[in-house]
């Protein structure tokens, strides 16, 4: 027993010593590949100085003695002894004396420090293959093996501790460079590491607790050592600690010790990265202890959540102390950017929070637990500005933590009781103290924003926006969730009642600020603007709550218009967006349902739901756009005037429907009659256009006509021409034999169109006035061969009915008289678009007389039509003649023509 024991001592010793005298033999190649490099500089240096031209030699001053050596800061303890064949320093005067040293060449990394490391490596697997060669011979047992492993730990720490300490000494040159200490040191706590680990998990020498316990402190030593010996060994011990949990086995494994555990860990790995200012190590303790919240998390899912929760509170004030508070002590407003890595860390534990409070059952523990994680990341970001996103993130927790309590089971849960709640009706305890809960922490987190940002008016504009939002944007957050998980997002007057208290108390705020602003702080103008627009948002969500139909759109919209007067009065440039926010929020609307005011409307024609629902926000948009217009036309006020236009349209589109069905605008057939007026409607909304266009040119009007222009174009192409027409549909017209349906359907849209053609001459291209013109001919035309039918058919005029000669006749005759009567018109007026417009009409009647007529009538009718016909080109022809004769003297009564 006595020889084995000796031999692993022997054994032991033996690889620290072999180690140790190896790093010794490799520093002396060292120390003379270091004094052969030197020889060679000088002797560099003197063949440069013995080619430098003698006249500038003596130009230049002799350099004093004390020149001629190196400065002190920059030589290393080896070079200050020069071996006994180098020339003496005399021989170093010529050199230039500033003259930068080499850097190191590839040779002294690979002798100085890269050795270095590699053997710090072979040292390791060293160890660990010779315990597993011993173990495969069976030479020594279990003890023996962990005491031969642990004195070989011990025998690397303690040589790294030598060599830190002969660096002070000066005792041996050349390792600062070459990390020696550092190197032995973290080969010895590897090994350390396994001993323990193999101690007890492979023959369970220690339990446990001890295994826990030993490799915990092995750990922690690890980074302690990392303070001495440079930043290599932090995160190996950094590493090292937050496995130590995983590598223990135990048979009841009990989450309390490990929560302990890592606080105590975590805060120490805190400690030495402010000791030694390692930003990159607090930043990796952070993560660690964020990983080992999922896993606690996911453990306690089935089980006890108490440590989850612990552990979240307390990795939460840790990284706020040491992330946020210490590196932003005593920063001032103006130079509080944000430090966007703590708000990376801060909002990983403000995740954690929200999956870890959902593992509470009871609405104490949530209420408890989210309040104290809210009111540190809140006490955070209140205290030190470049961490104002904690705010935000307070009240993301908050609104989280309110999302997901099940505050419907909870209530149902509870015994039936018969007090009275507020208003008179019995209210469960669960549902009061979870709207208690939110008031308390909405008004706590908005006030204290809020006064934040008021005593910051040098803070950055981005610093600021965080506390803007926090106040506005957070607490509106959480009024909606709550109105969402109790109500389900039905009307309910109590919320709406207590969003119009909001919206007072930033009515409020806004005023405060107002107060406080002297005009240079673009911090508190923001702010300013945020409270104010919040103060919009929330009387917009209490009108959501509050109100249905067609009255939710109209409180919108007047909500709107109030907005952009006061955005005019009070000049709070935010409110104007503000105002396009609302205009964008019932535009969502209007896609979203239409109707607006829903199915029941009444059935009284024009005064119904749709004159209110749509009227009056058409006529709000309208009166905010002009009124935004006095401070300029910008994007804002271009969007309400175009939700104007919306508006407008949509209620005479379904007024008309409205209308003609008999109070019921959903009905699914369209007939002659209503295509027309939908015809109509949109020539006259264009020839508004036109003319607004006019008399103030703007993109809004521009574009407003082609779009009216281009669906009348489809309506009366598709639907008056083809598929609505009574000659192909049947349908029948309704009305005397003059003044029926089809004036409303096609005369009426006819000369809609024509006066879109005679106004939009001088504001729009020709493209667009000849296609209004000959929409107009299109109708007309239709409209007199319809009105004929009409007269000889009567109600029913489809084209499948026979059509007599005397019908054919009046054909070419109204042809024939339209045509004359347009072109006399024409030439008493002297207008030529009138005088062309009646060539489609004398061309069809000659092409109909002489294609139709011809083959089809018989008798008097036949020779009727020629005559007509022919007297008709005659008198035209008569007329041109005329018309052209006068032009001559016309042009030399002319003042100023040739010839007068």
Avoid at 74 to 83: C, D, S, V
Avoid at 293 to 308: K, R, S, Y
Avoid at 347 to 374: I, Q
Avoid at 490 to 509: I, K
Wanted: glycine share 10%; aromatic share 8%; net charge neutral.
């Amino acid at each position: 027993m006595a020889t084995e024991i000796a031999l692993i001592l022997l054994v032991a010793l033996a690889f620290p010593v072999a180690a140790i005298a190896g790093l010794l033999l490799a520093l002396g190649l060292r120390r003379r590949t270091a004094a052969l490099e030197l020889r060679l500089t000088r002797l560099e240096a003197q063949i440069a100085a013995a080619v430098v031209p003698p006249a500038r030699i003596e130009e230049a001053p002799s350099p004093p003695e004390e020149a001629a050596a190196p400065p002190e800061e920059e030589t290393t303890p080896e070079r200050l002894e020069p071996a006994a064949d180098e020339p003496p320093a005399e021989a170093l005067r010529p050199a230039p004396p500033h003259a930068a040293p080499a850097p190191p060449d590839f040779e002294e990394q690979l002798g100085s420090r890269w050795a270095v490391w590699v053997g710090g490596v072979a040292l390791a697997l060293g160890g660990i293959l010779l315990v597993r060669y011993s173990i495969e011979q069976g030479w020594f047992g279990p003890g023996a093996r962990i005491a031969a492993a642990a004195l070989f730990s011990l025998a690397l720490v303690t040589a790294g501790e030598w060599f830190r300490r002969q660096e002070g000494t000066g005792g041996l040159a050349g390792l600062p460079s070459a990390h020696v200490p550092g190197v032995l040191t973290a080969a010895g706590t590897i090994s350390a590491f396994a001993t323990a680990y193999a101690a007890h998990a492979l023959y369970g020498f220690l339990g446990p607790a001890a295994a826990f316990a030993l490799l915990g402190a092995i750990a922690v030593a690890t980074m302690i050592a990392a303070a001495l010996h440079g930043p290599a060994l932090a995160p190996l011990g950094l590493v090292a600690a937050l496995a130590t949990p995983l590598l223990v086995a135990s048979d009841e494994p009990k989450p309390w010790p490990v929560v302990i555990y890592l606080a105590f860990v975590v805060a120490a790995a805190y400690g030495l990265a402010r000791l030694r200012l390692w930003r990159r190590l607090a930043q990796a303790s952070a993560a660690g202890a964020a990983l080992w919240g999922v896993v606690l998390i996911l453990g306690a899912a089935t089980g006890e959540h108490l440590p989850a929760m612990t552990h979240v509170i307390a990795q939460t004030a840790l990284a706020a102390a040491f992330l946020v508070a210490d590196p932003h002590r005593g920063t001032s407003d103006d130079a509080a950017l944000p430090d966007f890595l703590a708000l990376a860390v801060m909002a990983a534990f403000a995740a954690l929070a929200v999956f870890a409070g959902d593992l509470a059952g009871d609405g104490g523990t949530r209420a408890a637990f989210t309040g104290v994680v809210a009111a540190l990341q809140l006490v955070a970001g209140l205290a030190f500005a470049p961490a104002a996103g904690t705010t935000l993130l307070a009240a993301a927790v908050t609104a989280a933590a309110l999302a997901l309590w099940p505050v419907a089971r909870l209530a149902a849960a509870e015994q039936p009781t018969v007090l009275p709640g507020p208003g008179g009706v019995p209210q469960p305890e669960a549902l009061t103290f979870y709207l208690g809960f939110a008031t308390v922490a909405g008004l706590a987190i908005g006030a204290a924003a809020l006064r934040r940002l008021a005593r910051g008016p040098r803070l950055p504009l981005v610093t600021a926006a965080f506390y803007a939002a926090a106040a506005t944007t957070g607490v509106l957050a959480l009024l909606l969730v709550v109105y969402w998980r109790v109500t389900a997002f039905s009307r309910s007057v109590p919320f709406g009642l207590a969003a119009g208290l909001l919206a007072l108390a930033f009515v409020g705020a806004t005023h405060l600020l107002r107060q406080r602003d002297d005009g240079t702080s673009p911090a508190i103008r923001l702010g300013i603007g945020a409270t104010a627009s919040a103060a919009l948002a929330a009387l917009a969500l209490g009108l959501t709550f509050a109100l249905d139909k067609g009255m939710l759109t109209v409180a919108f919209a007047l909500s709107a218009l109030a907005a952009a007067f006061v955005a005019n009065r009070v000049g709070i440039p935010a409110l104007r967006h503000a105002v396009g926010g609302v205009g964008l929020v019932v535009l969502g609307r209007i896609a979203w349902d239409p109707t607006i005011a829903g199915d029941d409307l009444g059935r009284t024609p024009i005064l119904n739901w749709l004159l209110w629902g749509y009227g009056m926000p058409a006529a709000s948009f309208w009166s905010a756009a002009q009124i935004l217009a006095r401070d300029g036309r910008d994007r804002v006020t271009r969007l309400c005037e175009s939700l104007a236009i919306l508006f407008a349209a949509l209620l005479v589109f379904f007024e008309i429907r409205h209308f003609v069905h008999d109070g019921d605008p959903f009905a699914p057939d369209t007939g002659h009659v209503e295509t027309g007026l939908f015809a109509t409607t949109g020539l006259l909304f264009s020839l508004a256009m036109v003319r607004l266009d006019a008399a103030r040119p703007d993109v809004v009007y521009r574009l407003a006509s082609l779009a009216f222009g281009a669906c009348t174009l489809i309506v009366a192409g598709f639907g008056l021409a083809a598929g609505q027409n009574p000659l192909f549909t049947g349908e029948s017209v309704e009305g005397g034999a003059l003044v029926n349906s089809l004036l409303v359907s096609y005369l009426l849209p006819a000369v809609a169109a024509a006066a879109l053609a005679l106004v939009a001459r001088q504001t729009r291209p020709q493209w667009y006035v000849r296609t209004a013109a000959v929409v107009a001919l299109a109708l007309h035309v239709l409209y007199t061969g319809l009105e004929i039918r009409r007269l000889f058919q009567g109600d029913v005029v489809a084209l499948w009915r026979p059509t007599g000669q005397a019908e054919l006749w009046a054909y070419s005759a109204a042809l024939i008289v339209v045509g004359a009567l347009i072109l006399a018109v024409g030439l008493l007026r002297g207008n030529r678009f009138l005088r062309l417009a009646s060539a489609p009409y004398i061309l069809a009647a000659v092409l109909k007389v002489f294609l139709f007529d011809l083959a089809n009538l018989e008798g008097a009718l036949r020779a009727l039509s020629f005559i007509g016909l022919g007297l008709v080109l005659v008198a035209i022809g008569l007329a041109y003649q005329r018309l052209l004769a006068r032009r001559p003297d016309q042009a030399a009564q002319t003042p100023g023509a040739p010839g007068a």
